[in-house]
């Protein structure tokens, strides 16, 4: 019983811990801009004067809508897979633990 509570206590300290990691980051971080990668490199390709494409796209989304779309739904599938295997593993000790 006194373990039980004091994984809880310890999940609650992480839990908080987590909360506050990006919280401080941000106050500490300034005015910064959080640009990605993704744009940093286009502008290097735009300067570069020798750059030519290996290929072109083979479909390019209509809007910036559906690429968000595409987005979500590609991390909805990962987080649906990752989150089937921890429930599968869960369970198969829960059983294992009943016999």
Excluded: C, H
Excluded at 39 to 56: H, N, Q
Excluded at 78 to 85: H, T
């Amino acid at each position: 019983m006194e373990r039980n509570r004091r994984l809880k206590r310890q999940n609650y300290y992480l839990l908080l811990l987590v909360l506050i990691i990006p919280v401080v980051s941000l106050f500490l971080g300034g005015n910064s801009e959080f640009g990605g990668a993704d744009g940093m490199v286009v502008e290097l390709i735009d300067e570069a004067d020798r750059y030519t494409p290996w290929f072109d796209n083979v479909w390019a989304p209509p809007g910036g809508e559906t690429e968000s779309l595409l987005f979500s739904l590609q991390a909805a599938i990962g987080a649906g897979v990752l989150f089937y295997f921890i429930g599968y593993i869960k369970g198969k000790r829960a059983a294992a633990n009943d016999k």
